[in-house]
Structure formats: C-alpha cells, structure tokens
C-alpha cells in the first residue's frame, strides 16, 4: 500500500516556476514507478511526466510540456519533484501524482493504481 501526498501547488504568472512535490509514504516507494497528471476544469485526466523505479535516466513526457518540466526523483525521501518552467495559462489545472508497481513509464490513467488528492496550479497571463 503505498499513500501518495502532493504539494507545491500555487498561483504564479506566466513564464514563472513551480516546483510540485509527490511525498509517499511505504518504505518500498523505491520499487514504484510514478506519474503525474493533470486535470482542468471540464477536461479529462492528461498525462504529464512519468518516471521508472529505476531512476532518472527512463523519464517520458508528454509533448506539451516536453523541454519545461522535468520530473525526478529522490528514494531516499520517499519524494518525486516535478519542475515547471516556463509556465503558461494553459497549465492551469489540478496536478496530481500516481504510482505503480510495474517498471517503465506508463502515461495512461488506468496503469496506475495508487493516485494522490491533487494541488492546484494556477497560472496567470
């Protein structure tokens, strides 16, 4: 069982910088592989970053953020980060984090098994 807990969330203008942060608990987070998605109002689910158990270098990223974000990871705090730059109105959404077991980079909603609540970034032009 792995409890996923997000923060870093915020208001910032556009062209600033958010860095999210994805706090888990579970002392075998090291053997996750985690996401993180986004969700606007009266929009689905997209994907937005993933990264392997394995570490930094099996990362994958979705085209409209490709160059801006960047996710990573940090076993020994049981955290992954997700760096926004270059941050633009369209960004807007709440960002959630997911996990799970499997090793790769998965970018659909339904290969994740455990999900946080979610932070607000909110970005304004």
Not at 71 to 94: F, G, H
Not at 114 to 125: E, I, L, N
């Amino acid at each position: 069982q792995v409890q996923l807990v997000e923060s870093g969330g915020g208001l910032v203008q556009a062209g600033g910088s958010l860095r999210l942060s994805c706090a888990a608990s579970g002392r075998t987070f090291m053997h996750y592989s985690v996401g993180w998605f986004r969700q606007a109002p009266g929009k689905e689910r997209e994907f937005v970053a993933a990264i392997d158990w394995s570490g930094d270098s099996n990362t994958r990223y979705a085209d409209s953020v490709k160059g801006r974000f960047t996710i990573s990871r940090d076993n020994a705090k049981n955290t992954v980060y997700l760096q926004m730059n270059s941050l633009k109105p369209e960004d807007t959404a709440v960002y959630y984090c997911a996990a799970t077991g499997f090793h790769g980079t998965y970018f659909r909603v339904g290969e994740y098994t455990y999900w946080g609540q979610g932070t607000q970034v909110t970005v304004s032009s």
